[in-house]
């Protein structure tokens, strides 16, 4: 692969014990290195010169940072703007850590509860040395409405994460859809299903996550990637009360729910404007 380099600053995030979450930006000039050509590569809709994948909204394409492989995230040109494009990968970097922060939370509550009959396997988010980077020099304009777009970069935004683990050995599980419930009939998928029920009862349901989806490796682990969340301060691709409405109606408790005491009654739903979601019934 042939990569062009970009100067840029990161900004990454933390996460508090009340589930607020903050950005923070560093001053400091560092170097990236983007894949070249990828976009050529595109509608072959194959992985190959540094072209990785897409979905609706987003492309993934191959980077370098720190002499390390990364995956890069940007909004496509054609659905997004410069400030759509920072609006929707700051959410879904957001929505990562908090997922995250959900799943430390989640095992808290088994160990408080004395529940040691979860799956052996150890669950993880995607997160591990991700960031949003912002260039400080100018992109190039883009081209015209019949010329070909071979830019490395689209806009001055975007989001490193890990590169997935892939291959033969590994395989990719989908616990729920973006609006479907989990209703899974495994060990490990009532594990899921349990852990995405206590999100909502963390948060006091106020959030839920939703398209969990993840890979599991040789080592026995399973890396979590992509979620959506929906939440009280309804955004894109966020579908706020209805959502967590329909999840609670339509999630169904299994043994992993009832032994670390998950409620299962639908509550009055109403917002109440607090700052975050709280670790219930936890000390710190």
Known sequence: ????????????????KTADIQMNYSEEQEEIMIAKGWQAHVKAGKPYQGYLGQGLTKFVFRGRYNNEDCAIVQCKSVRATEAENIVDLEGEYQTLHLSQYFLDSFYERAKNYGVDD???????????TAFIGKLTEKLPDAPGKDEPDSRSLVFSVFMVLPLLPSGALCREVKFSGSEEVGLNPDSL????????????????????????????????????????????????????????????????????????????????????????????????
């Open 118 to 128: 979860l799956p052996s396997i150890g669950m993880k988010w995607n997160i591990s």
């Open 189 to 284: 998928g009532c594990a899921v299903d349990a852990y995405a029920h206590h999100i909502a009862v963390d948060s006091m349901y106020e959030v839920v996550i939703s398209d969990i989806q993840g890979i599991i490796t040789p080592d026995r682990t399973i890396i979590f990637f992509d979620p959506q969340s929906h939440t009280w301060d309804s955004g894109y691709w966020d579908h706020g009360q209805s959502a967590i409405t329909e999840f609670l109606k339509s999630h169904k408790c299994n043994k992993h729910c009832r032994a670390l005491g998950l409620d299962t009654e639908l509550p009055p739903l109403s917002n109440t404007n607090r700052k975050g979601p709280l670790r219930i019934g936890f000390e710190d």
């Open 1 to 16: 692969l042939e990569y062009e380099t970009f100067k840029m600053k990161r900004a990454t995030c933390t996460v508090s």
